[in-house]
């Protein structure tokens, strides 16, 4: 290959679609496209691959990354001559687009190559082309389609066309009675109470006292007891709308776009009882119709902001009261069966009584109107709103397919679980809170954050010792689980010489300390300790040469975080690691523990680029381990103990204090008026911002800013981060640094860590 050839280059783009399961990965695609443009003697750069993750490809308006293709494309001295991709469907399936973007870029010397659909030159080969995107646009008008038709003609059949409800469970593509849960007898128990002139209400609150849950996992209420009462698949139907699943709401159960046939499935009731019920719920219509609210919305002074005194839920407009026909406030939970309290109360008495209050608080005070500023429109800002509702739709294609019989259950079910996934991922993005969740799956669990030259995962987690509250909890056979913190334990062994383990051994017996452990040793459920063991006060001693302290990583919850790690890794460009971590092994801050150097070698080795440490108020070194950065604490970064307005009732009560105590002269107190605690402590209010890029998986600069957080200003200003440029603070970090073999460079206020 000359000289010329080498210089030739070319552009790959890659558009994983929402509508295909059955295509490439984006690097399978990428490894195609190369290895045939090398033979065409082109390569292809990393800056111009171009790559848009589950976009449709119905239009282009909202393919960020194509349209900065065609628009690179575009400029006078354009960096590439030919786009390939791996089938023109990639490119666009909605062919007047991909006519009009096609010759655009042929007027600017780019062609457009398919590496899996060779056509050949010529006017021939432009009809093969059109044909092509012919073919992909119909199957795309097509699916839907076909899908819908699939199913109408299976609720048709009188199949099931969805999941069972409530009293029924699918086997064999059949729905069957559910006996065994009991949950078929409350659906019968549902029709007799409502017939012997129960109300749903009251039946509502009878199942929730009893332990009933809908299937997600609410209280019964109201409505949900008569969308069963109105639900003809207990009589043995099938209930399909000809406009698809979403397109008439489930309580509309008399609307003529929805066909009702007879299924194969076991009634429930007796077409007696259904009769007899329909019958109550038309007269109940009837005759609260004159009732009921209009649709327009109805605006009053304090609507959304009267609350229930029992449950928290918002009073809203329920009817009207007294022979003025005053509207009446209700509790809007009581009204639906899941509050046990009535707070009904009449609109123009709680107006009244709140323009009273309202002018005795505010007497003569003047105000300023300050008008509400508009929401930001930055450009950069993602749509998560949006971007969920896209997931969404995936997720009914995907149901959609199963029902159709177009996808197998283990396909749906593999489906399900990654569009449920990124549905949650998304749902948290605007605000990444890794760390924490509902249990310790989910607080273990990384967050991705996309950002436009990157993808990137973010796993967090906490140190604690032994049972710590704030632990997440794993989820069990009949529990969801314990919200809280994604833990990571460490041990605390402590080693000393024979003089000092003969003292603790003679403390413990003297103490009386062991006697519960004793007693159980003495009885048989405790194993006797091993020799050269001793635990005082549940902390394990060990005979030694010499006194000293060891910290090890809790075993279970290092393989989980690494695991996790892995995961996270395949699923992302870059992966961060926060350690949240207050223990030391020694009487200094500055210097991290043995458990937690471990932890990041260990979070470095399984695929981390980054260690992030936080937690001991102070400045820890610096490392930089097996091509990965860890940051053993970066310090404070918003430092306001001095300026919070409020303390914990213990707080005063643990000062001998009383409760009304003043904060700021219970800081006083503490701080022994200035002279003592963290306001004396220079380390506590000088930290770095430490920013870092990369090149794939390789650091190419580490830059450290330093910051300090006022420590000598009035207390009112204290705790905001400041740049300042002291080099001092980055002497101080360098010094700590260099245990690990750090070196950092001071230039300008800033420090630079030098890498290996």
């Not at 809280?484 to 017996?509: C, K, S, W």
């Not at 043995?594 to 490392?623: M, N, T, V, Y």
């Amino acid at each position: 290959m000359d000289n010329e050839q080498l210089l030739k280059i070319g552009a790959a783009y890659i558009r994983v679609s929402d509508e295909r399961q059955d295509e490439y990965s984006p690097d399978s695609q990428l490894k195609k496209i190369r290895e045939y443009a090398a033979k065409e003697g082109y390569m292809i750069p990393d800056e111009y691959v171009f790559y848009d993750d589950g976009i449709s490809g119905k239009s282009t308006s909202k393919r960020d990354d194509f349209n900065r293709m065609i628009a690179i494309a575009k400029e006078k001295t354009h960096p590439f001559d030919v786009i390939y991709v791996w089938k023109f469907s990639r490119f666009a399936r909605n062919q007047e687009e991909s006519m009009v973007y096609k010759n655009l870029l042929r007027k600017k010397g780019v062609t457009v190559v398919s590496v899996s659909e060779p056509i050949p030159e010529g006017h021939f080969g432009s009809l093969i082309e059109r044909i092509i995107e012919w073919t992909d646009e119909y199957y795309l008008v097509n699916l839907g389609a076909e899908v819908m038709r699939g199913m109408t003609e299976k609720a048709t059949r009188g199949e099931p066309t969805g999941p069972p409800p409530l009293g029924y469970v699918m086997r064999d593509k059949k729905y069957y009675p559910d006996e065994e849960s009991g949950k078929a007898d409350i659906v019968r128990e549902i029709f007799t109470l409502y017939a012997s002139g129960v109300k749903q209400r009251e039946i509502a609150v009878m199942l929730g006292d009893r332990g009933v849950r809908t299937k997600y996992g609410k209280m019964p209420d109201n409505r949900w007891i008569d969308y069963v009462l109105h639900n003809p698949c207990y009589i043995g139907k099938i209930r399909w709308s000809l406009e698809g699943e979403r397109a008439v709401s489930k309580l509309d159960f008399k609307n003529e776009k929805i066909m009702t046939v007879d299924g194969h499935h076991e009634p429930l009731i007796s077409m007696e009882l259904w009769n007899k019920v329909q019958k109550m719920l038309d007269d109940q219509k009837s005759a609260y119709s004159k009732y009921a609210r209009k649709s327009q919305p109805i605006d009053y002074m304090l609507k959304g902001l009267v609350r229930c005194s029992s449950c928290g839920a918002t009073l809203a407009i329920n009817g009207v009261s007294g022979k003025a026909k005053a509207r009446c406030l209700q509790c809007c939970r009581y009204a639906r069966g899941t509050c046990r309290t009535s707070h009904s109360v009449v609109l123009p008495t709680i107006e009244a009584a709140f323009v009273e209050g309202l002018k005795k608080a505010l007497g003569e005070k003047q105000f300023t109107i300050i008008p509400k500023r508009p929401k930001s429109s930055d450009p950069t800002k993602i749509d998560y709103d949006k971007l969920i509702t896209v997931e969404e739709r995936r997720l009914a294609r995907a149901k959609e397919a199963y029902l159709a019989e177009i996808d197998t259950i283990e396909q749906y079910a593999k489906n399900k679980k990654e569009i449920t996934e990124r549905i949650d991922n998304l749902k948290a993005r605007d605000m990444l809170f890794a760390g924490t969740g509902k249990n310790l799956g989910d607080a273990n669990r990384a967050c991705y954050l996309e950002t436009k030259n990157a993808r990137v995962a973010l796993i967090a987690c906490s140190a604690v010792t032994g049972k710590a509250p704030a632990m997440a909890g794993d989820a069990t056979r009949d529990m969801m689980g314990r919200p809280g913190l994604n833990p990571l334990r460490y041990n605390e062994i402590f080693h000393v010489d024979q003089a000092h383990f003969d003292m603790a051994q003679e403390l413990a017996t003297a103490s009386g300390m062991n006697r519960i452990t004793e007693r159980s040793i003495r009885n048989g459920f405790t194993p006797p300790p091993k020799e050269g063991t001793l635990s005082l006060g549940g902390k394990p001693f060990i005979l030694d040469d010499h006194c000293w302290v060891e910290s090890a990583v809790n075993e279970q919850d290092m393989q989980r975080i690494e695991a996790e790690i892995q995961e996270a890794k395949r699923q992302a460009d870059i992966v961060l690691v926060s350690i949240h971590n207050h223990f030391i092994d020694g009487s200094d801050n500055f210097d991290p523990p043995k458990f937690l150097k471990d932890f990041a070698h260990r979070c470095i080795d399984s695929g981390a680029s980054a260690i992030i440490g936080h937690g001991p108020h102070e400045l820890q070194g610096i490392e930089l381990y097996n091509g990965g950065l860890i940051l053993y604490s970066v310090g404070n970064f918003i430092f306001e103990t001095d300026t919070v307005s409020h303390q914990p009732w213990d707080a005063f009560a643990n000062r001998k204090l009383p409760a009304d105590t003043k904060v700021g002269h219970y800081m006083d107190i503490r701080s022994k008026n200035g002279t003592a605690g963290y306001c004396t402590q220079w380390p506590i209010w000088n930290a770095v911002m430490a920013a870092w890029t990369m090149e794939g998986d390789q650091l190419t600069q580490v830059q450290l800013y330093p910051i300090e957080l006022g420590q000598k200003m009035s207390r009112w200003q204290k705790g905001c981060p400041v740049l300042n440029g002291s080099e001092e603070t980055l002497q101080y970090l360098a010094d700590l640094s260099k245990p690990y073999g750090t070196q950092i460079e001071i230039r300008d206020g800033v420090g630079y860590v030098k890498l290996k």
